[in-house]
């Protein structure tokens, strides 16, 4: 996970980017887009870049135009990684945000969501966030989950998924390499589509350069074969 791919291309981050807003659910601030009264909800779990980045924003707005309304907490309480700091590396970062407390974060989420009536829940997680998502797969709180370059998730983890699940991986990716994501598809017991992207890297669907056609072009593909797994699952 301290490899350089995990933190390259890191995004400046925008607190007024997106069409969306921000409010307060379960305490966490959370980039929020499209209406709740469509009871189709998508939680996003940021990289380690967090809420605030704008490729993610888009993302989110993208999704909720689909009709899902959509919520990106910002599970990092103000502080996502900021690439070399000298006082808080990446190793020190994660100590104190750690997927582990994501998970349990994402749970008070997921309940403030039901509490206002939203009942059918999906969860997309990049990087960072994937390993957030495969521990709320595991427990069945979502009813589908898509994985996006995941950091951190094992073949334990996915022999454990126990709702539908779309894994997103790339072709240059040493924190999940092509070889961990096709073993990941041969023990999925549930359904699942796993695709692996062609001359991408750890980390493209969120943190492409938006000048470059081609990389703008291949996460353009990933967004929509997420959101063709939500269509078909979170109904």
Known sequence: MS????????????PAS?????????GFNTYVSGSIQSNLTILLVSDVYGYEAPNLRKLADKVAAAGFYVVAPDFFYGEPLVRDKPDKP???????????????????????????GVSSIGAAGFCWGAKVVVEL???????AAVMLHPSFVTVDDIKSVKVPIAILGAEIDNL??????????E??????????????????TVRYDVNDTTAVSCANEAHQDMLEWFAKYVK
């Open 18 to 26: 997106g069409a969306g807003h921000v409010e307060k659910i379960a």
């Open 176 to 185: 999940s390499p092509p070889e961990l994501v096709k073993q990941f598809d």
């Open 187 to 204: 023990i999925l017991k549930v359904d699942s589509f796993v695709k692996i992207f062609p001359k991408c890297a750890h980390g493209w």
């Open 3 to 14: 490899g350089p791919q995990c933190c390259s291309n890191p995004p400046t981050l925008d």
């Open 90 to 116: 990446l190793p020190a970062w994660i100590k104190d945000h750690g997927p582990d407390k994501g998970f349990e974060d994402a749970t008070l989420i997921i309940d403030a969501l039901k509490s206002k």
């Open 137 to 143: 797969a595991k427990v069945a709180l979502i009813l």
